[in-house]
């Protein structure tokens, strides 16, 4: 049972990782194949596997650590990353993961793992086992993400539940993203958390200065985006409306 302890403490595994504590690959093979027979793992998605529970016949590992653990450089991002800090009012079973390698949407034990592509890992924390990208990191793609009203609805609810947001450390992600237009979004969404929240006049005004100049629309449904923040060059949702109904 050496090499079932062995998994058990790697939560989340491969073949490559089973030839390595056995150094054969028929011994390897074979461990896999009596190990899902009687039990002791289970099958994620091909070469993919995750150790099960003697106790109580549960998957070990979180939906989270299999999300980090798909690909090389897979990581939880997004609504998903909002989720993993704690900062969502609901939970989901969908985990949107980021990776450089390309993989199938699957589903396993009830939850839907989606693949988002990826030019770079920057920005990207290792948190109790789990690849996760930076609240920063989090905030920024999940407001550049927003396309409907839900998306907005959504995003608001999941800055309202956070304590602070550094101002800083957005601004080194929206630096390096680059995208002027999202100076713009970020900016007016954010000018809505500067008390308390440490979100400085002096950034807002710097996001300003950064963002584009024309007038643009914050998603594509026009016909929904009534109000006109001028300060920030964007016809968007009623952002103080939202917040009154999600306080």
């Known amino acids: 049972m050496k090499y079932l302890k062995l998994l058990s403490e790697k939560r989340v595994f491969d073949h490559s990782y089973v030839l390595e504590i056995t150094n054969s690959r028929s011994l390897a093979d074979m461990i896999i194949q009596q190990y899902l027979k009687k039990g002791y793992i289970n099958r994620v998605k091909k070469n993919l596997y995750v150790t099960i529970s003697l106790e109580n016949s549960g998957v070990i590992p979180t939906k989270f650590e299999i ?11 997004y609504h998903s990353a909002f989720d993993f800090y704690g900062f969502s009012n609901q939970v989901y079973n969908e985990i949107t993961i980021s990776s450089l ?16 592509y990826i030019k770079n890992t920057e920005f990207v924390d290792m948190v109790n086992g789990v690849r996760v990208s930076t609240l920063a990191k989090t905030i920024v793609d999940c407001i550049d993400d927003i396309k409907s009203y839900d998306d907005m609805e959504e995003v608001i609810q999941n800055l309202s539940a956070l304590p602070i ?28 958390y500067k008390d ?6 002096k950034l807002l ?3 300003k200065n950064l963002g584009l100049e024309n007038v643009k629309y914050f ?7 009534k109000k006109y923040y001028k300060e920030w060059n964007l016809y968007c949702y009623n952002i103080d409306k939202l917040l009154t ?3």
Request: charged share 20%.
């Open 245 to 247: 109904i999600n306080q």
């Open 101 to 116: 390698e390309q993989f199938r949407d699957f589903t396993f034990q009830y939850n839907d793992y989606h693949y988002k």
């Open 196 to 201: 308390g929240f440490n979100v400085t006049e």
């Open 219 to 225: 998603t594509s449904e026009k016909h929904r985006l």
């Open 165 to 192: 947001i550094n101002g800083l450390l957005v601004m080194e992600y929206l630096l390096f993203v680059n995208k002027k237009i999202l100076f713009n979004k970020v900016g007016l969404l954010l000018s809505f």
């Open 205 to 207: 005004t710097r996001m």
């Open 67 to 77: 999300a980090s653990n798909i690909t090389p450089s897979s990581f939880v991002s």
